[in-house]
């Protein structure tokens, strides 16, 4: 009785429905509509219920300092590996740096906001030959009236650190004594083995090593599990990648020649770009609050050669 009760209901159900079934014996069955059929039903189905509502971004015309707190993010700036030099400070200590050369300028602003709450610049630096430039980034260049730039960046801020478009960042954004995060594209080395790429110590010179000196050696783990591990470190292609130096210090800041001295090393080689911002795991402190939104020189200052860190911050 039960299974022609069954039978009878799957004959009078519609097509286009599943069966859900209970996990108990005779428990009761509920029919779900298909997923397809229920948004070709309804096809102003929404989803914006499940996004975070966005807001439209105020635009600023004209810079002006205000107060920095804790919660607020400044935007970063757009720089070029000059190469490294050793410098000395007052202490005698000699010091490793890194020289990079910054040049950015406010290109745009992006209407909304992003699903955290931050507003997006996209900056340029560093002008281009119009002989070289496509023509559809020619065009928006000139939208924009800007000569072409060889680099272009976004960066995520607060709503409080919006600079207005055409405005161009001073070197003084940093200062000397703060940390900063360098971002670049590492030299590319080609396809390497397991030593070269990932340290590793090869395999025995003598006593029956047959050229496999270099080799990687057993890659596998017998029949259980059967296969080789993901994230296996195998030879490879090595270099070419994104990587971000953390924590790297302001040693010394000329800002005529707009250049940042940076103490240690930076991703990637000479004439490389490079996407400087403040650190993140070295966040600012209360009594010494960064420029905000930005360094703005005041009018008939006269530009000053090279602010070096304080002989206290060495």
């Known amino acids: 009785a039960i299974m022609a009760l069954v039978k009878a209901r799957r004959l009078l159900a519609p097509q286009n429905t599943r069966r859900f079934t209970g996990l108990g014996i005779g428990a009761p ?32 015309t004209e810079v002006g300092a205000h107060k920095w707190n804790p ?20 202490w005698g200590m000699m010091r490793v740096v890194t020289v990079v050369q910054i040049d950015s300028e406010v290109l745009r602003i992006k209407d909304r906001l992003t699903p955290t709450g931050h507003a997006q610049l996209q900056l340029g630096g560093f002008e281009k030959n119009p002989e070289y430039t496509k023509g559809t980034l020619l065009g928006e260049f000139k939208k924009l009236g800007v000569t072409p730039k ?5 960066f995520q801020v607060t709503p409080d650190a919006v600079l207005p478009v055409g405005f161009k960042i001073d070197a003084r954004h940093f200062f000397p004594g703060q940390f900063v995060d360098v971002q670049g594209i590492t030299k590319g080395k080609g396809f390497q083995g397991v030593m070269k790429r990932w340290g590793f110590g090869g395999q ?30 195998m030879p490879g292609n090595m270099g ?10 302001v040693f010394k800041i000329d800002v005529k020649r707009s250049l940042l001295y940076l103490t240690g090393s930076v991703p990637g080689a000479k004439g490389g770009f490079l996407k400087i911002r403040d650190a993140f795991r070295r966040p600012f402190k209360e ?28």
């Open 71 to 90: 919660e607020s993010k400044r935007t970063g700036v757009i720089g070029r590996k000059l190469g490294m030099m050793q410098l000395w400070d007052d």
């Open 240 to 249: 070419n990648k994104n990587q971000t130096a953390e924590c790297l210090k």
């Open 150 to 154: 060889r680099k272009l960046v976004e």
């Open 204 to 233: 025995a010179a003598t006593h029956g090593v047959s050229k496999t000196h270099r080799h990687l050696g057993a890659a596998g783990a017998c029949q259980d599990p059967g296969r080789v591990w993901k994230g296996k470190k």
């Open 287 to 314: 009594e010494e609050p960064p420029p905000f939104p930005t360094f703005i020189p005041a009018e008939g200052e006269e530009v000053p050669g090279e602010i070096e860190m304080a002989l206290s911050e060495t």
């Open 29 to 60: 069955i509920q029919r779900l509509p298909l997923i397809g059929s229920a948004l070709s039903a309804n096809r102003t189905c929404q989803f914006s219920t499940y996004r975070p509502k966005t807001r439209k971004v105020e635009k600023v």
